[in-house]
């Protein structure tokens, strides 16, 4: 789960997805920029997910780096500018193979998980919701 500075949307769709699977799969989450390296997810992410019983306080935002393609089967981007910087760091076709975005795989429509940082804590609730939505579509679609 790829997003900007994995502090908002791909720290709640790896708790979110890793809530439903498990531990029979890794999920992980990472951003496309540095700037938040170490830190917790943003506290209304951390809330959202809290109130909906899944506790990602645990997690600390990590930079996506080229070897990750070898860690994992599917590389989600939340959006189509992370998605670009997905497939320019990709060294391989197979890694560009990876690379999907993640509503588009769950809905059939390359629409963006939308950027919460910017808005209200209804904006990381609608967030949350939408990637529910998305998890369950892609668990059936995968059969985790």
């Given at each position: 789960?790829?997003?900007?500075?994995?502090?908002?949307?791909?720290?709640?769709?790896?708790?979110?997805?890793?809530?439903?699977?498990?531990?029979?799969?890794?999920?992980?989450?990472?951003?496309?920029?540095?700037?938040?390296?170490?830190?917790?997810?943003?506290?209304?992410?951390?809330?959202?997910a809290?109130?909906?019983?899944?506790?990602?306080?645990?997690?600390?935002?990590?930079?996506?780096?080229?070897?990750?393609?070898?860690?994992?089967?599917?590389?989600?981007?939340?959006?189509q500018?992370?998605?670009?910087?997905?497939?320019e760091?990709?060294?391989?076709?197979?890694?560009?193979?990876?690379?999907?975005?993640?509503?588009?795989?769950?809905?059939?429509?390359?629409?963006?998980?939308?950027?919460?940082?910017?808005?209200?804590?209804?904006?990381?609730?609608?967030?949350?919701?939408?990637?529910?939505?998305?998890?369950?579509?892609?668990?059936?679609?995968?059969?985790?």
């Open positions: 789960m790829v997003c900007l500075g994995n502090i908002c949307r791909s720290p709640l769709a790896e708790g979110i997805l890793q809530d439903k699977v498990g531990s029979k799969h890794l999920v992980c989450s990472a951003g496309t920029g540095d700037w938040h390296v170490g830190e917790q997810p943003d506290r209304r992410s951390v809330d959202v809290k109130r909906r019983g899944i506790d990602i306080s645990d997690q600390r935002a990590q930079h996506f780096t080229p070897h990750l393609f070898d860690e994992f089967d599917i590389i989600y981007a939340m959006d500018t992370n998605y670009n910087d997905l497939v760091l990709a060294k391989t076709d197979e890694d560009r193979k990876k690379i999907k975005l993640f509503l588009e795989d769950a809905f059939g429509e390359p629409q963006p998980v939308p950027d919460p940082y910017y808005g209200t804590i209804a904006d990381f609730e609608a967030v949350f919701d939408l990637i529910d939505d998305a998890t369950d579509q892609l668990i059936t679609k995968y059969t985790f």
